[in-house]
């Protein structure tokens, strides 16, 4: 009796139309096989079978059919193990059909191969390319053919669209039968409109309102604008964490007892959209109350810590502030002497009061040591370029804090995809290994890119560079910018473990060419070198060194003649003196104290750097300049719930002196005030400028529309110089804000206020105190330390095209003279 076992309509996933189609037939076959099986009057057990026979195998070799069976020649005819035989073979997927029979004591294998894929084609896919749908799916051209698997494939289809929120896909696989036994297999998949979210609803919410919670979860409403966002797609994954997000803002607003009830997505009967319900429970808002510190850790008092308590009576508990603030505290244990030192902090609520009371838990944590750190997944990167960023070695104290800055280490270093730090039981119960787990990225980097600004005009750039050169650790770097004001090429070589050691060095090569002769009647060319290095005393205080030698050029243009009868208008006096070549030899040093949250884009913390420079170690010039600068940053987190708010406040100051008078004093080498560092101003519209000089009339003059011609000479056109100062201040206060819609397109707001002068004549003044009939008199004026004020709006767009920033300011005080530039406008692109 012959044993047969039809699965295929058991494990057969896919649509209806597929499954009749691969499973009907063989349903019948196995029925009709069983059948006339019967009547040959096989007994399930008895005997031994002495060979078996494979039929039906084209493709596959008659050895393997044999490899995938439990029995073998020898064995007795056990139906179990024939059954057993049956189901491997099914489930090695070769095969669309398989009967087991005997004849005699010979057990015949009757085999129906399944199809090859002779190619795997998708229509009606738009919004998802080929490429990427072969990626996920495992059927494959030329593999062998199964229904199984083409279900499957069929849902992973289903589940990329469900991704990109299209929730009303279809995909239909169509299985084409081609001769040679080969198969062409069609997805023809209908992509459906994107589920958008039409409707978000919150239950619950007493003390904040629908569009206050709104703005703390990532999802979005529908609307026309959000057409460069996806917010407004339905993602399971982006409502759990959605969730979350109001977990955190509650417990930040003071909600101890607040737990989110169900967070759902209800699709719309025609699936195209939708409704988005959070059920939240508040519970009472609490205040902190008592807060107090306990130590238990030798040589710590609980009044040396109560200084570094930064909450307060009767704010908000804020359950974000109060680790933040155990941490900040654990950490300076740790930083200063204390490497085992641990803070926890401890709450006691009141419900009838609505009070919190804290306590921080000073305790003395095991004590661990660093036995081996281990490095992994370095292909590129040398395994000493990596250890001396990690802030621990082996002998060091283990603690989170270590931990903590080794991941943040190794991700500052910029050469990893993924960084990780892990940790395992060394050789004793106080000791660790730490293992850095890192996957490198590319860190070469090659730039094309194109824009627009102010001072520069339409502009493009090339930029060639290597950030971890041969895995050392070295960056350089080629660029260049050529734009309509303005040429530049910049060599640059930088190592940050110089010899090895705690040192940044490096050198520059470049040139720069700037025609200011939109705004100024001269141009610059500079050749120059300078040789930096640089040294960290620890993570916040940091100093450098700069040599320069620079060869500049300054060239006077001189307009032609404007009006018939007059001379041709030509510079100041002070600028023609500058015409020329001259050597700037100058070194320069700065330290800089920062303790920002972030350095690309701050939100909290404050900088603080102060440097100087001084010219004469050969060269033309001789002086010295100090500068000072600082900005602080305040998040308004707190008053607004959103980290789209937030103050800025910066201030700047500078003098400069010649200590020599053989010095060339040079314009170039001033300070100029206006344009970035005073918006509303032209960019070196405020401070000392002087007017072109008077050429002689040619007779007739005297009835030119200009004026009247004075004891033979006539006044110029009018323009002046702009020659810069030598002291020089500035301030401002921005603040940062969202705008309506802005999340969804990438717009931020801003308004600001902006104050500074420029004083001070460093030019030699050997014309100042001619008299006005001189020919060669060029008047000085703009030297003053009155404030000019401006004010203004402005927004930045990370848009397709890249970065945008729009500034519009308009002067509150200004003086007689200064220039003007109400609206700055800048944007570029990398690509």
Known sequence: MAVRLALLASVCTAPALLCAAEAAPQKGRSIHHARRSAGDGYAPAGGLIQAIEVHGNTRIETSTVLSYMVVQPGDSFDRDALNRSLKTLYATGLFRDVTLRREGSTLLVELTENPVVNRIVFEGNHALKDKDLMKEISLRTRAVFSAQTVAVDRQKILNMYAARARYGATVVPQVIRLSHNRVDVIFNINESQQTLVRKIAFVGNDSFSEAALSHVVSSKEHAWYRFFSSSDEYNPERIRYDAELLRRFYLHSGFVDFHMVDATGELSPDHKSFYVTYTLHEGPRYRLGKIGVRSNVHHVTADTMKRHIEVYKNQYYDGTAVQDNATDMQEWLQANGHPFAMVRPEIARNPEKKVVDLLFDIVEGP???????????????????????????????????????????????????????????????????????????????????????????????????QHNLLGTGIDAGFSGTVAYYEKQADLSVTDPYFLGRNFVAGFDIYTIQNNYQTYQSYNEGQYGASVRLGYAYNRYLSQSWTYTVVDRHVGNGVPGSQYPGWEDDTPSVYVRDAAGWSLLSQIGTNITYDRRDNRMNPRSGYVLSVGGDFAGLGGNEKYYRVKANGSYYLPLDDLTGSHSWGFQFKGGVGYMHDWSSSGDRNIVDNFYLGGQNLRGFLQGGVGPRSSHYKAPCHSGAANTPLGQARNGYCPGAGQEDLIGGTFMYTASVQLNFPLPMGDSLGISGRGFIDAGSLSGKRVKDRNHYRNWNDPYYTPIGGSTMTPRVSGGLGISWKSPFGLVNIDGAVPIHREHGDRLYPVRFGFGQQF
């Open 367 to 465: 004590h661990v040591y660093v036995e081996r750190i281990d490095i992994n997944g370095n292909t590129i990167t040398r395994d000493h370029v990596i250890r001396r960023n990690l802030p621990m070695v082996e002998g060091d104290a283990y603690t989170p804090f270590n931990r903590k800055y080794s991941k943040l280490a190794l991700q500052d270093m910029g050469y990893f995809s993924s960084t990780n730090v892990d940790q395992s039981q060394g050789s004793a119960p106080d000791k660790v290994n730490v293992s850095a787990n890192v996957v490198e990225k590319p860190t070469g980097e090659f730039s094309l890119g194109g824009g627009y600004s102010t001072d520069a005009g339409i502009m493009g750039n090339l930029g060639l560079k």
